[in-house]
Every structure is written in C-alpha cells, then in structure tokens.
C-alpha cells in the first residue's frame, strides 16, 4: 500500500504562511494533479511529504507512519525534483549503479532500455547534459526505482513535443503494469489532463479542491456569444473567468449543463461547451 496522509500541514517562513492547514488524503494507486499558481505551495508540500523541511504544525504519514526521519518510508517514495542533486562528473551508468543501492528494487534493464527508447546516451556525464536530456535522465531513474510513490515536479522541463509525448506514454505503462501512487506537479495542465486521475487544487496556500478530473470537467461548462446575451445567461449563476474579443463573451460558468441551460442557450443564441481542465483551473485559481 501507499496511503498518504496530510494532517493539519502549516508551514510558516517567518512572517509568511506557505501552508495552511492543508489536510488531505491521497488512496494508494492513483494519478494525482497537484496544480497551482507559482507561490502557491505546492513544491512546499511536495518537500514536507519527502522529509526536505518540516511543517510548522501537523503531520504527515505513509500507510500509518510518519515520514519524519522515516528512511524506511523515504525508500518508499522518490522525488523527481527541477534541482540539479546528482554529482556531475559522473556519467549515467554510474549514477544508475549507485541508484541501486538506495531502491533495491531498481530495475537497471528497464532503465537501459528507456535510454534507448529516448536516445539518451548513458555514457554521458551529468554535466554534459542539455536541461531537456536531465529531465529524462532524471525520469529514467524515477521510473526505473519502482519506489511505491512517484512525485515529478515539473517532469518534462525542456522537452520538445515528442519527448513530452514518449514521457506520458511511459509513465502510463509504468502504472498500468506496476501500479503506484503518483504525484505530477506541473504547469503545462492541457498536455497532463488525460493522463491525471484526480485534481488536487492549492490557492496561496490552501488546499481549496480536490476531484476526479472526469467530475471536474462535468461540473462546469463554457457559455460563449454576443456579450449583453451572455449576461443575461449568467444571471443568478456562478461563474468565474472571462474572454472579450470585441462584441463577443466567453464565460466559464460553475455548474453542470441541464436541461434548462441547453433550453436557455439556444434562446439567446449562444453556444455550451465542454471546460478544458486548463481553463478552468485559470478561472479556480483567478476567484
């Protein structure tokens, strides 16, 4: 299992809250979006749940125990971070060879032939690396670990198209064929929506959503058309974030597509579609 627990998490940097009291549980065996604006605290999270720092109040458990100077549930767990941490003069093979002795289960086949796959040359050293061909280095050895938790912190940091689209492809097939928790931080949310299983939202700290992303997307939708038919529309409805091209509105409205609205919509002239998770994300995070 692989059951994380958040409870109670504040963090303070002096006078600044990072966290405030985020209380969250994460079942074993899921895909999670951690989403969030840059200061939000999400890499703060990701930090305390991997023992970096430690919270100002709460606590933090995986499958029952702390992970405070747990290094039996720190083994459990690996972090792909944007932080350089691996030592430069040695090459790829090398660092797959010491991996090894922090993840016993380190699978270095299946690493190689995820080199070959990305055109990754393992004799390189680390410091011969261009940043797109780290972040798959650093990929490699996250997916190669086998580690019950798999956290990526913007995991496709320059990657070109292709490699962005090998990298979810991979990660899918890890999962589907050893399933794990996983956590992915990113900011590119339209390439990671049909890879995610649940979104997990912070605001300026605080954990303000967490869903399906299937019961996300069904929970809003976007009313677009001539403006003044627009307003009337989103009269006594929810809504949050707004597009103007000159006459024109485009609206995401906070509430599932009924029959009424279908009704409405066709009156006025306007058109209902479907919210993209990136849209709608924007306008969670711009209330």
């Known amino acids: 299992m692989s059951l994380i627990e958040f409870k109670g998490i504040s963090k303070y940097y002096k006078e600044t809250k990072a966290l405030d009291n985020v209380n969250l549980t994460l079942e074993p065996n899921k895909i999670f979006g ?24 709460g606590e933090i458990t995986l499958d029952g125990a702390t992970v405070f100077e747990n290094d039996a549930a720190l083994k459990n767990m690996f972090y792909m971070m944007e932080r350089r941490l691996y030592p430069e003069n040695l090459s790829i093979k090398e660092i797959f060879k010491w991996s090894k002795a922090f993840y016993p289960e380190f699978d270095g086949e299946y690493a190689y032939s995820l080199c070959e796959k990305f055109k990754l040359n393992p004799k390189k050293r680390v410091k011969e690396l261009s940043t797109g061909y780290e972040s798959i280095f650093k990929a490699i050895i996250a997916l190669a670990s086998n580690a019950k938790v798999l956290i990526f912190d913007e ?19 890890n999962y589907n064929e050893k399933p794990k928790t996983i956590i992915i931080s990113t900011h590119l949310i339209e390439e990671i929506e049909g890879v995610l299983e649940e979104v997990i939202i912070i605001k300026e ?7 399906p992303v299937a019961d996300l997307l069904t929970s809003a ?16 409805r929810n809504s949050a974030g707004e597009e103007m091209i ?3 509105k ?33 306008s969670l995070t711009n209330i």
């Open 205 to 211: 700290g605080k954990l303000i959503m967490r869903k």
């Open 34 to 57: 951690l989403l969030g604006r840059n200061g939000a605290g999400k890499t703060t999270l990701l930090n305390l749940l991997t023992n970096k720092i430690f919270p100002t109040t």
């Open 221 to 236: 939708h976007t009313v677009s058309g001539e403006a003044s038919k627009v307003d009337v529309y989103l009269k006594g």
């Open 246 to 248: 000159g006459k024109f």
């Open 250 to 282: 485009s609206v995401t409205v906070l509430e599932e597509v009924n029959t009424i609205n279908k009704t409405m919509a066709k009156e006025l002239g306007l058109e209902l579609s479907k919210v993209e998770l990136q849209k709608l994300f924007i």
């Open 155 to 173: 995991p496709v940091l320059g990657l070109d198209a292709n490699h962005r689209d090998l990298f979810y492809k991979e990660l899918l097939a």
